[in-house]
C-alpha cells in the first residue's frame, strides 16, 4: 500500500466523531507551537472516546474520566499501527479540511499583506502630509492601533478608507486658505457629505490623522469640543452660522476692495456685530474703522458689554470671544494681523484665562501682548475660590515669559482672580491706548 492511500485511510478513520475533541485540540496546540510537540488534555471521556484513543495508543483507558496525550506520543504510537508512515499535521490538515498555519507563519504573513497594503497606499499618495502620517501609522504607533485592528477585520474596506482620508489630507481647506463646512467638504471629496462625520470609521481616520499633524499632536481629541476646534484649526467647521465672534470699530474689503454694507453701517453708528465664520469668509481684510493701531480683545461678554457702555463713538476696535477661541475668532484676528495690528488681550487671572492667553501668544507671537496680567492687577482680582492642584498644574503648560509674572503669583495663592474687578482699568487702557503702551512693555 502507498504512503498516499494510507494516509487516506488515516484521515479517513481519525474523521470518527470519538476523535473531534482530540484533532481539535492537537490542531491548536501545533498552531501555537508551530511544530509537533506539547501535550493536550481531554477531560470528561465518553465511553466511545476512550475506545478509540485506546485502540491507537494500546492501553487500557477502562474507567479514566481524562487524559494527557503527548502529540510526539501520539505520532510514535501511529507507527505501530496500520498507518505507519502517516504524518501526524497531513493527518489532521485532512480531517480538518484546511492548511495548518501556524501563529508564527500566520502573523508573518498578516505583516506581508499588512505592509503590502500600506506601500500601495503610499505609492498612490504622495503628499507630504500623507506621507508623514502613513509613515507613523505604518510603524503601528499607539494612536493607530484601531486602524491596525480594522486591517484585521476587513483589509479591503479599510484600504478604501484610508484611501479616502488620505486625499482628504491632500485636500485640506486651511491650505488653500479657506474655510469649509464639514460636509459640502465631505462630498467633494468622497462624493459621501457623511463620509467623515464623527461616528464613521473615516471620521475616527481624519481625527487622528489631523491630531498627529496638529499644533497639540499629545492632547487628545476626545471630547466634541476638541474634536471641533482641531476641524476648525485645519478650516473645517460643522457649523459656519454659530461659530461666530463680537467686535466693534471695525471695517472689511472683500477680494475686489468692496466694502460690505453691513460693516459700513455697523461702524457708522458704532453698533455691535456678530460675525460667523460665513461671513468672515467672504472678505479678505478686516482693519479698524477709525485707523487705531490696537485691538482690545476680552473673552467675557458681560465685560465686553460694560466697556461697551462707557466707550465713546470711534473708540479702538473692540472683541469678545464668548470663551475659548473659536475658528471665527481666529478667522478675525488672523486678518487684523495682517494689518499689522497690536492684541492686547484680557482674560481671567486663573490657570484657563492665562491658558487663552498663552494660546494667543503662540500664533501671534509678535503682536500678542497681555492686558493687565501682572502681580499688582491680579491683586486687585484676586478671590475667594481656591484652585485644585489639577487646575494648577495646567500652569506648567504656560512659556511665555511675559505670562511668568502671572504664573508665579496665581501659584503662590492659590486662588482665582476675575477679570471684572479691573473694568476701570481696562476702561482707561482703550481711551489711552498710547499710555498703555508707553507703561507697558508687554506686561502691566
Partial sequence: MDMNTILQHAIEYFSAPAFARLVKAMSQRYRNLGRIGGSVRLEKLTNAER??????????LSGKDQITIRLADFQAALEKTRFAGADLVEILQGVTGHRLITRADEQQELAKRRDACFARLSERHSDPLCQSWLEQVWEKAPAARSIHRAFLDDPQGLEAELDDVLRALAHLPARAGVVKRLPVWAAEITGDPHAFDARTNRGKYLLQAL?????SPSTSASSTEAQTELLESFGLVRDDILNFVTCTGL?????????????QAAARDSAVLNLPVRELSKVQRIYPAWGAKHVFVVENSGV????????PVQSPPLICTHGQFKLASYLLLDKLMAEGLTIWYSGDHDPEG??????????YPKHLKPWRFCQDDYALTI???????RRLKQLDNVTASELQDIVAAVRLNGKAGYQEKLLPSLLQDILQPQKLVDTQTGVR
Wanted: glycine share 8%; charged share 25%; no cysteine.
Fill in 251 to 263: 471695517l472689511a474689503t472683500d477680494d475686489k476692495g468692496r466694502q460690505p454694507k453691513f460693516w
Fill in 211 to 215: 491630531q498627529f499633524h496638529g499644533t
Fill in 51 to 60: 475506545e478509540a484513543l485506546a485502540g491507537v495508543l494500546g492501553s487500557d
Fill in 383 to 389: 478671590s475667594d475660590t481656591d484652585l485644585s492642584e
Fill in 354 to 363: 492665562i491658558l487663552m492667553a498663552q494660546s494667543l501668544h503662540d500664533r
Fill in 304 to 311: 465686553f458689554s460694560d466697556l461697551l457702555d462707557n466707550l
